[in-house]
């Protein structure tokens, strides 16, 4: 499929197909459309923000899971992989009853006085496509960094306590370097999956959340211009291998 595109994203386009001459004239308006630069400036923060929150929010939990659930360990885990029975497409359609102007959220809110009136920026934002993609990879990377978390045994822990560690020292220079690079590698893969993502912006992102994987949708489904298309993604790919 990669080598497919790389050859689209240099020929000429037609409607819904592509054809000689070669050209990089693809490449040039991809590169000089200001909307697709303001999409990849959101897709750039609704990438980084999920996935600092997504690794943030499981590195604790993975821990708690390792170190210190014991019996409730099964439970929760449990409850984890559930959460991936569910299709993705009905997570999404739950986040609009639960965040819109009439949703859970803002009803609760109201009820207790928190608010006067609904919230519109919950729903159809960045905020929203950021919260719903921390609900979807978030369970990705609690079991990930979950098991990378095997080799910190409690003898380390120990260790570092008989040394006199508090527990704020044993996680600064016991658990954060052991998992350094484990949590890295989750990071990346939030943020690759998270920024490229279009099915989410597209339900739940409205004009300021879009990102630039809802433009390769559109050039592919909507315009029918493959070579923009093609050109687009292989920018993307190029931007996440840097």
């Known amino acids: 499929p990669l080598g497919i595109f790389a050859v689209y994203s240099v020929l000429t386009s037609g409607l819904f197909e592509v054809s000689g001459p070669l050209t990089l004239e693809n490449y040039g308006n991809a590169l000089s459309s200001r909307l697709n630069r303001a999409l990849s400036r959101n897709s750039l923060e609704i990438g980084l923000l999920s996935a600092s929150i997504?690794?943030?929010?499981?590195?604790?939990?993975?821990?708690?899971?390792?170190?210190?659930?014991?019996?409730?360990?099964?439970i929760v885990m449990?409850?984890?992989?559930?959460?991936?029975?569910?299709?993705?497409?009905v997570r999404i359609y739950a986040f609009r009853t639960v965040l819109g102007t009439s949703g859970v959220v803002n009803t609760v809110l109201e009820k207790i006085g928190v608010i006067d009136r609904p919230l519109d920026v919950l729903l159809f934002s960045r905020v929203s496509v950021t919260i719903a993609l921390v609900y979807i990879f978030l369970p990705y990377a609690t079991l990930t960094l979950y098991a990378a978390m095997a080799p910190l045994t409690p003898a380390y822990l120990e260790a570092a306590e008989d040394l006199g560690a508090n527990a704020m020292q044993r996680w600064t220079r016991v658990v954060i370097p052991v998992m350094f690079a484990p949590a890295l590698s989750t990071f990346m893969l939030v943020f690759v999956l998270s920024?490229?993502?279009?099915?989410?912006?597209?339900f739940l992102g409205g004009t300021n959340g879009a990102t630039i994987g809802t433009q390769v949708q559109v050039a592919f489904t909507g315009a029918g211009d493959y070579?923009?298309?093609?050109?687009?993604?292989m920018l993307m790919l190029?931007?996440?291998?840097?």
């Open 78 to 89: 449990i409850a984890i992989v559930a959460s991936f029975m569910t299709g993705y497409l």
């Open 54 to 74: 997504s690794v943030g929010v499981a590195l604790p939990m993975a821990f708690w899971l390792r170190h210190g659930a014991q019996r409730a360990r099964s």
């Open 238 to 242: 190029l931007a996440f291998i840097i």
């Open 227 to 233: 070579g923009s298309g093609a050109a687009i993604s």
């Open 195 to 202: 920024s490229a993502d279009y099915v989410t912006p597209q």
